[in-house]
């Protein structure tokens, strides 16, 4: 019977963990899907979609090692699927696995002999050492203005670049559940003299709660065409697309953006990745519309008499079965693109193509080292393409993406001028080594400096993607957050966040979650729920607060929040403010802050840390009994020690030492069933403090050294402010553990 609720827990925990994965994977939140697809098949090794699907979620958050490990088992699971062979064969390449790529791209073509991809690809694996050549005739160099999180989509601005960029931002700020990092916005960078500029983000009204970038500018640098994730309402429910916006240049400030009128209107494809044309008449885009040849294609779409006619499919030459992406269209008239259908490497490789008369020419990869076996694209080149830029994640960057700066030999950059104005062009003497040069300004504009978004109130940096749910199934609420440096806009890993449900009738609701590596945290919510989530300062006081409810939501939804550390005092007073008037307390004594001491007799310390200074007076005047000394490799950690108490009123005035570990002070008493005490195994004991908290104390040690070493185990296990704390004849003594006599250690 033991053994049949065993099995029956477990395969409920294992189908939760299934079903929160498909959820996270159905709402592309695929950084956080992962985990629980990882957590389903340590129980089910053989599940068919949720091995797929890891590794859909491995290729799509671009870390093609673990993609190419759950491909082969996938392809193992499922022999006569041809799309995951493709896949694998695709993320063997970006590992340099050629020789077992061959393999994968020929089982490829016999499931599906229709798709020209498989022979570029296999052509490219048996050919690919007299393609990786090297080639004095670039020099491909990492950006200094790139940050250790994605930044691509370079685009030529005044005298720099303007790029998109994942890092957190000044103003708006979310996750993306898709990559784990902020959703983008556009950067500048200016090149003065050689030397480039630290990025800023660009001013304007031009900003969404969504993705920004990248974009593209007119020759005169007053208009800017750009993309923008928006949300919309497809036949499955809600659904996030790209669509291009056009927006202008006012007092030094973008603004008005309006969406172009090609555009999907009933949310059925996507558009972005713009590139404008050296006459303003012209725009490049890449678009999943309906018609193309396969994924993502490009378009060209003219614009007449001030007005943006029909998209036109650019063809078969530059299309593929695959994805084509990040135009860039040269004032000569090539095009620079990037595809992951025509063969190459590995990834997305940058390809070029001219034009004479209404032919596009055949598609060239424009070789190592410009691609490599990861993802590049988005290369621009400045008009006599002796320089340029390129993203990639390849290796040797700051972040996932970055932006390399490309230098081009003049020898070399004449064989790239578009065949059709090469007679015309003139003749000069030729390099054979590349070298830097400043890019050239294209105007003479002033450029814009960056301004500070006003602070965000308690409530207005938590957002909501809503899931679409299938009939029968329960709704499903998440909370996923990320915890940030108020002012260096760092992830903060390793804090213990909290999450308090409101307003609830009878015991209270409290959980844990530590930030992982990159300031990640996540919480399973309840439906019809208030609730706040919090972490406090190392001085109690809570640092940042967001609240949010899950009352009267009629679909699945995952919650995004932002926290945020080391804010100004003024900000983290707000915060314990509004703490306390959630909870009926007063708010926090100010008048000494300007330098004195703060009153914080009305703080929260309902979590953790929280040592009062003072001591606390026995109700009658004991002592633990001391217990045997062991030896420190000899400790067993799993059941603290109770302590049993003598009264020693009448004992000799020698002292009595003892020390034990305090988790918490709370003003509430926590029922002994509380989450809090799940890892002391409900095993503490409890003092009252002088300002009337709750102290909870476990261990009790006549021997420093195995007090310090159940501190450091109790870290471990979630108490992350554990103190030591000493009595003294059962009194608790005053000061800290740094300030008793060095005897009493010993």
């Known amino acids: 019977m033991l053994l049949l609720v065993f099995c029956a827990n477990a395969l409920q925990a294992q189908n939760g963990n299934l079903k929160k994965a498909n959820t996270f994977y159905e709402a592309m939140e695929y950084s956080k899907a992962i985990e629980f697809y990882k957590k389903a098949l340590k129980k089910s090794k053989k599940n068919k979609d949720a091995t797929a699907k890891i590794a859909d979620c491995y290729r799509l958050t671009s870390n093609y090692a673990k993609a190419a490990y759950w491909y082969e088992k ?21 590992n340099k696995e050629y020789e077992k790529a061959q393999w994968a791209f020929q089982e490829y073509a016999h499931l599906n002999p229709s798709d020209s991809r498989a022979i570029r690809y296999l052509e490219w694996c048996q050919n690919i050492d007299q393609y990786l050549v090297d080639s004095s005739e670039y020099i491909i160099e990492v950006a200094k203005f790139n940050s250790k999180e994605s930044d691509f989509g370079p685009s030529f601005y005044n005298e720099g670049i303007a790029f998109a960029s994942a890092r957190p931002t000044s103003s708006i700020d979310r996750q993306d559940g898709w990559t784990g990092e902020s959703y983008l916005d556009i950067f500048t960078a200016a090149n003065t ?57 006012r007092n030094n400030e973008w603004v008005d953006p309006q969406e172009l009128s ?37 378009y060209m779409v003219k614009k007449r008499n001030g007005s943006w006619g029909t998209p ?60 490599s076996a990861q993802d590049d694209f988005g290369l621009i080149l400045s008009e006599n393409k002796q320089e340029g830029f390129i993203a990639s994640n390849r290796q ?29 062009a003139p003749t000069t003497s030729k390099s054979t080594k590349a070298t830097y040069t400043p890019t050239a300004s294209k105007a003479t504009k002033t450029r814009p400096s960056s301004i500070s978004a006003p602070s965000l109130s308690f409530y207005d940096n938590v957002t909501v993607t809503s899931v679409a749910t299938k009939e029968g199934e329960d709704d499903l609420f998440y909370l996923v957050g990320i915890l940030l440096d108020y002012k ?65 939501k009629t679909e699945s939804q995952i919650f995004h929040a932002i926290l945020e550390t080391n804010k100004p005092q003024e900000l983290v007073f707000d915060a314990q403010d509004r703490y306390n008037e959630l909870h009926g307390e007063p708010p926090v004594n100010r008048e000494n802050e300007g330098g004195g001491v703060v009153d914080f007799e009305f703080k929260k310390s309902d979590i953790t840390g929280g040592f009062e200074e003072m001591p606390s007076p026995p109700k009658k005047k004991v002592v633990p009994v001391p217990e045997p000394k062991k030896p420190l490799n000899d400790r067993t950690f799993d059941e603290p020690v109770q302590p049993k108490y003598v009264d020693v009123s009448t004992t000799n005035t020698v002292p009595q030492v003892t020390f034990k570990v305090q988790i918490g002070s709370f003003k509430r008493n926590l029922y ?44 471990t296990q979630g108490y992350t ?21 060095i005897e009493w250690k010993k």
């Open 312 to 371: 036109q499919n650019l063809g078969p030459e530059i299309n593929t079965e695959g994805d084509e992406m990040f135009p860039f269209i040269h004032p000569d008239g090539t095009l620079y693109f990037a595809s992951n259908g025509h063969g190459g490497f590995g990834g997305l490789d940058v390809f070029a193509s001219s034009k004479d008369g209404k032919i596009w020419s055949k598609t060239e990869n424009l070789g190592y080292p410009i691609n």
């Open 488 to 552: 260096t806009k760092e992830k903060i890993p390793y804090k213990q966040v909290v999450l308090e449900e409101l307003y609830e009738e009878g015991e209270e609701y409290v959980a844990y979650d530590k930030t992982d590596k990159i300031g990640n945290f996540y919480f399973e919510l309840e439906p019809n729920k208030s609730y706040i989530v919090f972490f406090e300062n190392e001085d109690g006081l809570v640092g940042d607060i967001r609240e949010f409810n899950t009352k009267g």
């Open 74 to 94: 996938a392809t193992k699971l499922d022999e006569d699927n041809a799309e995951l062979k493709y896949y694998y064969g695709q993320a063997l390449m970006s």
């Open 672 to 715: 002994p069933s509380h989450s809090f005490f799940k890892n002391v195994d409900g095993k503490y004991e409890t003092e009252i403090s002088p300002a009337g908290n709750n102290r909870y104390l476990v261990g009790n040690y006549t021997d420093f050294n195995n007090a310090s070493a159940y501190q450091k185990y109790l870290k």
């Open 193 to 249: 003299s050689g030397e480039w500029s630290m990025a800023e983000e660009i001013v304007g009204k031009s900003k969404s709660k969504f993705h920004e970038g990248p974009a593209c500018f007119s020759q005169n640098f007053t208009k800017m065409y750009f993309t923008r994730n928006v949300m919309g309402k497809g036949k499955s429910g809600k659904i996030a697309l790209l669509k291009i916006f056009e927006s202008r240049l």
């Open 721 to 741: 402010d554990a103190i030591i704390v000493v009595y003294v004849n059962g009194r608790r003594d005053a000061r800290g553990i740094n300030q008793i006599p």
């Open 262 to 298: 090609f555009n999907s209107k009933n949310n059925e494809f996507s558009v972005g990745h713009p590139s404008i044309s050296q006459d303003d008449k012209t725009l490049y885009f890449t678009s999943d519309m309906a018609g193309g040849y396969g994924g993502k294609d490009l």
């Open 396 to 424: 040797g960057g700051n972040g996932s993406d970055d932006i390399y700066l490309v230098a081009i030999t003049e020898n070399k950059a004449s064989e790239l001028i578009n065949p059709v104005l090469a007679s015309a």
